[in-house]
């Protein structure tokens, strides 16, 4: 009797426990409603699609109507309402929320510092903290929220899944991208928007970026010089230096569409549109050998890859320009997006138009009287231009295929009016056109889970004309540089395991350079048309388990025309010791075969004196680099201490290439550059702020063994520079940022004391001392910028900044070279050329 006793009272609680699984099981809403219907005899009027999706726990059998009603209201984000005795109306509550979460990684549990968190098909968005974790207020109901990581998958998630009345928030764990093992290492470098990859290389994300010092756009090539070892001479981003090497030793690409072109205003503004370009990767070292030419530095930029299913887009304004963007959805596989900029400083002048026109064309045949017509009789026009347009179409999951077009113009319009002979009024229009076109396809398959491939096309064109009517000789004069290149890439990647990727490919390139030059009186005419074909393989090997990082590769050149192989190896080493710290090893053999050069200095008008020119293997050789660095990083509590020490020897480079200002200007040498110095960096991030002081210590000799000193300084030898920034969030909406850059001066060569000039044939030219033996002053300059972001609505986002450069209004000199006093052919006259004036700046942004 007792056994049986055990056995009814397990049965009733077996009934009981399946009765009460039963009753709190979810129904679908649908389901439930009928019901009611039902039991009530009432009416529920509602949209499907409102209620289709949810599902919910019964309520109490005893309830009466009202309290059903009461039932529902507090278990979903609908609104019952009664109209009569009969009648029931559901709509979506017309309010929005608030939603927090934590987001980590799947595979480490680590907290994402960094992470963007926004409202999907919006603008309108948060950065996780340090901890991972975000806020995220007025959340539309029904909205879906994106969480994105460099490095890792996007995810989407229901607001619903984030929102919960007990203030609990949950967490959300991205998944590791498999497409890469180069890992974030620092989340948030210098300023928001800036990250760390663990093989040593920098990227901006122009969508994510913080203000930056005197900035009120996020110029792509002004906000590269923040980093170490990256600074330009003279303020122009058409002269980036890297490591001491010359702007035409960047590699520049533009979704891997080779540009030879990069500002805008001859160098004051970076010509590349930063809106929709999405990622800008810097490379000073241990590239990969996917890479060639550029033998200073790589910069890869890459637009927004993609489809989006709503349209977007924003418009922006400041007192040099215009720009508007468009994400335009055409099918769900199929998008299209489009870009523009023009400046409107032909026919509107502002006080940061007329700063940056006299920095740009100071000592120019606009701003310098050697025709003897007054400045009354004379005037110019200027304006540039650029557009972007890319075509998304994704076949599938596997297959995605992108066609790209980009184009950058400079115009300048220089007009002289004059009395001719009989008394009668002229004028003569001299025009300076600056263009750099680029078309690219790729097509990127997914063959496996370990196997993909990427091929790629581009073409590009970039041609810089004039015409020159110089009034005083009645001569015209036209010069033009043309460059066009067409390439072919192919890249194979083979994933082995969970830590090694096997890179493998093949490219070929074709590039023609021309360069003319006609004279009316007396009359001249030179042509010269150069062709280079180069065939490369290349392979390479990445391995990463957290604590090891190697990337070893290798890239065999074979230049067609000359019958000529170089193999270059390439290296890239990170071994962490602890948690917080780590060392570094870098190196590379690089080449390139067109370089820039300066034929006269007042060549193109004075403006832009700088023509592309091919290597020939003779007067003109192919330059060879070869670059090592070692350092060690320390990493804790968002504290980063950057140190690395470098050493790069630049062969093949002639003395045209360089730009002298002295007795080199004219012959024709070819010789080699060494820099060695060490970067140091110390960055501290909080979710509020943001600092950062970079020093940088390096010594740049040239050496051309046919000159008399055979070794000198270069021109750009910049022994001490100093950074300093520092960046603060005011508010959630406010932003300000103040830093200042400190440098020595640049290397200039003086005249001889007491013998400033000297007969050379019938001219009178200048005796220059020993070269680059003095030095300018020191360069220092103080920026600002503030930046207020506002909302117009949930879906159309704001925002205003205004900058200023060089506050102080500080007096910089950035080039110095002396010419023969026309009024006393024993002497010589002094001509500085001068930086920036105090330079303010407003801009506003609409995004929706």
């Known amino acids: 009797m007792e056994s049986r006793k055990w056995i009814i009272y397990i049965l009733v609680c077996f009934i009981q426990f399946c009765f009460g699984q039963t009753n709190s099981e979810k129904v679908p809403l649908t ?53 009569d005795n009969r009648y029931i109306t559901v709509s979506v509550i017309d309010k929005t ?38 806020q995220l207020e007025h959340v539309p109901l029904k909205s879906f929220i994106t969480i994105s990581y460099l490095g890792f998958k996007n995810d989407q998630v229901p607001m619903e899944s984030l929102f919960n009345e007990e203030g609990i928030c949950n967490t959300i764990a991205l998944e590791e991208s498999q497409e890469t093992l180069n890992q974030v290492l620092i989340t948030k470098f210098l300023t928001t928007g800036l990250q760390k990859l663990i093989d040593g290389s920098t990227v901006l994300n122009t969508e994510k970026f913080g203000v930056l010092p005197g900035l009120t756009e996020p110029d792509i090539l002004q906000s590269i010089q923040a980093l170490p070892g990256v600074e330009s001479v003279n303020e122009s981003i058409a002269n980036i230096n890297v490591r001491g090497g010359t702007n035409d030793q960047n590699l520049i690409l533009w979704d891997n569409i080779k540009m030879y072109h990069s500002g805008h205003f001859f160098g004051l503004i970076s010509a590349y549109n930063p809106n929709l370009t999405n990622n ?40 040099i320009s215009a720009d508007a963007f468009l994400e335009i959805p055409i ?32 000592d120019s045949e606009l701003t310098t009287n050697s025709d003897n017509i007054s400045e009354s009789n004379r005037s110019s026009e200027f304006f540039f231009y650029d557009y972007t347009a890319k075509l998304l179409f994704d076949l599938n999951e596997n297959h995605k295929f992108r066609a790209n077009i980009i184009g ?30 680029g078309l690219g396809t790729q097509w990127n398959a997914i063959w496996t889970d370990t196997f993909t491939t990427d091929v790629m096309a581009f073409y590009s064109k970039y041609n810089v004309d004039a015409i020159d009517y110089r009034v005083d000789t009645d001569q015209k004069l036209t010069q033009s540089n043309e460059v066009l290149e067409t390439g072919v890439k192919m890249n194979t990647k083979l994933k082995l395991n969970t830590h090694l990727n096997f890179l493998n490919g093949y ?50 050149n074979y230049f067609q025309k000359f019958a000529k192989f170089l193999m270059e190896p390439r290296l890239n080493l990170r071994q962490k010791l602890s948690n917080e710290f780590a060392l570094k090893l870098q190196g590379e053999f690089k080449n390139q075969s067109a370089t820039q050069i300066v034929d006269f200095q007042d060549d193109f008008l004075g403006v832009e004196n700088r023509r592309w020119i091919l290597a020939n293997e003779q007067s003109i050789p192919i330059s060879e680099s070869k670059q090592a660095s070692f350092g060690f990083e320390f990493n804790q509590n968002n504290l980063v201490l950057d140190v690395e020490a470098f050493y790069k020897r630049v062969e093949g480079i002639t003395a045209s290439n360089q730009g002298f200002y002295n007795n080199f200007q004219y012959i024709d ?129 704001g925002s205003l900044r205004a900058g200023v450069l060089n506050v102080l209004d500080r007096e910089n000199t950035i080039n110095r070279y002396y010419e023969v006093d026309p009024n006393d052919s024993e002497s010589t006259i002094q001509i500085d050329n001068k930086s920036l004036g105090l330079t303010p700046n407003i801009s506003l942004r609409v995004r929706f």
């Not at 019901?35 to 009416?43: L, S």
């Open 31 to 83: 389901e439930l409603i009928i019901a009611i219907e039902t039991k009530f005899d009432v009416k529920f009027s509602y949209a499907h699609e409102d209620v289709v999706n949810i599902s919910i726990e019964k309520p109490d059998a005893n309830f009466n109507l009202q309290q059903t009603l009461s039932y529902l209201n507090s278990k979903t984000l609908l609104n019952f309402k009664t109209l």
């Open 507 to 556: 490219q070929f390139s074709e590039i023609g350079i021309l360069n003319q030059t006609t004279v009316s009186a007396p009359s001249y005419d030179r042509t010269k048309k150069d062709v280079l074909l180069n065939h490369a393989v290349f392979s390479e090997l990445e391995f990463n388990n957290n604590q090891t990082y190697v990337r070893f590769g290798v890239r065999a």
């Open 280 to 319: 800008v990767v810097v490379t000073k070292n241990g590239t990969s050998s996917e890479f060639s030419d550029g033998v200073s530095s790589t910069i890869n930029m890459s637009t927004k890859d993609a489809l989006t299913h709503k349209l977007q887009g924003g418009v922006g304004v400041n007192l």
């Open 97 to 134: 929320m608030t939603v927090c979460g934590k987001v980590i990684s799947a595979v480490t549990n680590e907290p994402l510092f960094g992470a963007s968190i926004y409202i999907s098909h919006t603008n309108r968005g948060v950065i996780s903290d340090d901890q991972g974790k975000f």
């Open 669 to 797: 040498a070819t010789g080699s550059y060494e820099a060695k110095g060490v970067e140091f960096l110390v960055n501290k991030t909080a979710s509020t702020y943001s600092t950062w002081l970079s020093y940088t210590y390096s010594v740049n000799d040239y050496e051309f063994e046919s000159f008399t000193p055979s070794k000198f300084p270069n021109n750009i030898d910049i022994r001490h520079s100093v950074s300093l920034a520092f960046n603060y969030n005011l508010l959630d909406n406010l932003e300000v940022s103040v830093g200042g850059i400190w440098r020595s001066g640049q290397p200039f060569t003086q005249p001889v004391t007491g013998n400033e000039t000297i007969q050379d044939g019938s001219q009178t030219v200048v005796n220059y001392d020993t070269p680059n033996s003095n030095n300018l002053d020191d360069f220092m300059r103080l920026d600002a910028s503030i930046n207020y972001n506002f909302n117009f609505s949930n879906d159309i986002k």
């Open 408 to 437: 950058i113009s400079n115009n300048l319009d220089y007009k002289e009016n004059y009395t001719n002979n009989n008394d009668q009024s002229e004028s003569k229009t001299s025009n300076l056109s600056q263009e750099n076109m």
């Open 331 to 362: 099918t769900k596989k199929l998008a299209l997006h489009l870009s523009g900029r023009r400046s409107f400083t032909d026919f509107i002048t502002s006080p940061t138009y007329d700063n940056y026109f006299e920095r740009s064309f100071q």
